[in-house]
């Protein structure tokens, strides 16, 4: 993205804090984060000094891009609102960190002349910046948005330092229960061997699993069978 725009990042937990960052390290001009929580506050000051921190409608006020880095329930009911206070300016870019949605979460704000997005880095946020920072450099990025703006918001990606991958509204769904299941059965087949190797009195045992982990997920994502019962792999059946 050639122009340097002055961005809002609604939110200030994990994702928001991360893709503030980013933003920041692009080399936009980061405006502004609207939380009010006085614990994410203080963790933003920390992170990102000098930054404002502000109500949403606050935050929004000149920002050319605004990122709604909340939960995706909660989207529809904040752009009704911010749609009665006339908080939306044209032409302004919005977008939001969703993984269920794409930019139809914006439908009621269309009238108003903005131009929605979705930018849902595919990966686990830890709450921790740096860490989260770091990955965000290694991941893939679901974008989604009207035909004419796609190249905006794959450029937007790159910037934040995934690589783009277009995820359309009627492929969410799906996108978003194999994002779940992936990280959900990551964790639990994890603290599974974890236990069992601490019950066994074994010493380092994260650390002993952790190349069995990274071997095992490279060769499953090469080899994996798609049509298993997922309650198969926590049985050990699955060979």
Known sequence: MSNRLSVAVIGAGPVGLALAKA???AGHQLLAIATTDPNRAEQVSTVLPGVR???VI???????LVIFA??????????SGLVKTDSFTRGQLIAHTSPEYGYEVFDEALSLGVVPMA???AMRFTGFSSIDRARLNESYIAVDSPKSVLPVVQTLAIELGGEPVHVPAESREKYAEAVSVAST???LIVGQAINLLED???????????????????????????EI????LLEGDIE
């Not at 019962?229 to 198969?232: G, H, K, L």
């Open 200 to 226: 066994a009195e074994i010493d380092k045992a994260r650390n002993l699993l952790a190349g069995i982990l990274r071997s095992s997920l490279e060769e499953s994502l090469r080899t994996a069978v798609t």
């Open 185 to 187: 059965f990551t964790t």
């Open 23 to 25: 933003v920041s390290d």
């Open 70 to 79: 909340i939960p995706g329930t909660e989207i529809t009911k904040l752009v």
């Open 119 to 121: 930018i849902h880095p």
């Open 229 to 232: 019962d997922p309650a198969d």
């Open 53 to 55: 921190i502000v109500p």
């Open 58 to 64: 606050d935050a929004m006020q000149g920002a050319d």
